[in-house]
């Protein structure tokens, strides 16, 4: 590595879906100002006793909402979430007075424990077994959407390590019905709207384009010292048939990783049996590189899909359905808080090259 000063960068990179998502990219060594977070303490017990989500404890949780297969051992099952974040228990009116306003924090809070393996890592899962994990969150957001129309947004997520908010270890992700649209997916919607209108073309199509097809050489134009040289396929972190997994340009997070389809589609409940079975086998792919890497790093991952409402679906041809991974291994710094400017002290190239050099078996 000894040439790190000399590969120094230090720029900001826009977020060319959502600009005011940017970043600072910062790689030298003598620029250390973020604190570690410690990887997620890994509890590789297959069962514990005292685990409500556990096999053998289904009495411990509420009755279930869904159990995949319905009958016989559980592989998955869904429970409604003993502290929701929303509540359907009341409606109550929205309130507005002066320049302040409420809307009621009406919703619902799933949990989906994940796996009956009480300490397996995404990664450890199978390829089939998470293809029936994205099956069943599409078939639970579908169901939430059907079920009240006043549900603007689902979003499905997971927390892994305490840093990253999980609070019960046994393998498990949420979903949670809102009344409105959280703003990161609103500004993603608006924004890529606008360069369809712009252009005629979906942005995150074209970003997919050109991970698969840009290259370029940037030369400075005093010396004709190489600058940058970006080449084919230089941010691909994994390739499906139907899925590609990339490291942003202007990753906020160290280890940031995006999922998306190759086909353009804007609603993850339109995934097919054939698309699961892909994107099972590409997110786990992706998990095991990052956990080669990382060595059980705490993380979140989020899906964004297009949400319900009014006007929603003009936005079909121009937003595309993806999935954020974002490992947390640093301490966001008030810098980072205070000025919405995220930090990030590994250039997202290097990332990548790292991940890709993971030998998989
Ligand atoms: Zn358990
Ligand atoms: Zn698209
Ligand atoms: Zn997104």
Known sequence: MGNDAAKAIREIRINPVVPGESVLIATARSLRPKKEEPPAPHDARSHVETCPFCRGNEDRTPPPI??????????????????????????NPNLAFGLQQTIDGYGRHEVVIDHGSHGIRIHEMGGE?????????????????????????????????????????????????MPVVP??????????????????????????????????????????????KISVGQYIIERGRRFIAIKPF????EWEVQILP????????????????????????????LNSVLGGAQYNFFIHSLPHGPGANAHRPSYHWHIEICPRTSVPTGFELGSGLFMNTISPEDAAARLRSVELG
């Not at 129309?149 to 019905?177: C, D």
């Not at 202007?250 to 997070?253: D, G, V, W, Y």
């Not at 353009?264 to 998990?287: I, K, Q, W």
Request: glycine share 6%; net charge negative; charged share 25%.
């Open 66 to 91: 869904a159990q995949v297969p319905e009958s016989g051992e559980w592989r998955l099952r869904i429970v409604e979430n003993l502290y929701p974040v929303l509540g359907d228990d009341q409606q």
């Open 129 to 177: 077994h998470l293809g029936l994990l994205f099956s069943t969150y599409r078939d639970r957001m579908g169901e939430l959407y059907r079920a009240n129309p006043s549900v603007r947004a689902v979003l499905v997520f997971k927390n892994f390590g305490l840093a990253a908010g999980a609070s019960i270890s046994h393998t498990h992700s949420q979903i949670v019905a």
């Open 250 to 253: 202007a990753s906020r997070f």
């Open 262 to 289: 190759f086909d353009h589609e804007a609603d993850f409940s339109n995934l097919s049996a054939d698309d699961a079975a892909d994107l099972g086998r590409v997110f786990r792919r992706t998990m095991a590189r």
């Open 183 to 228: 703003y990161n997916i609103e500004s993603e919607v608006q924004n890529s709207a606008a360069h369809y209108e712009k252009t005629g073309q979906c942005i995150y199509c074209s970003l997919i384009n050109e991970a698969l097809t840009f290259e370029a050489t940037f030369y400075d134009r005093e010396s004709g010292v190489v600058r940058r």
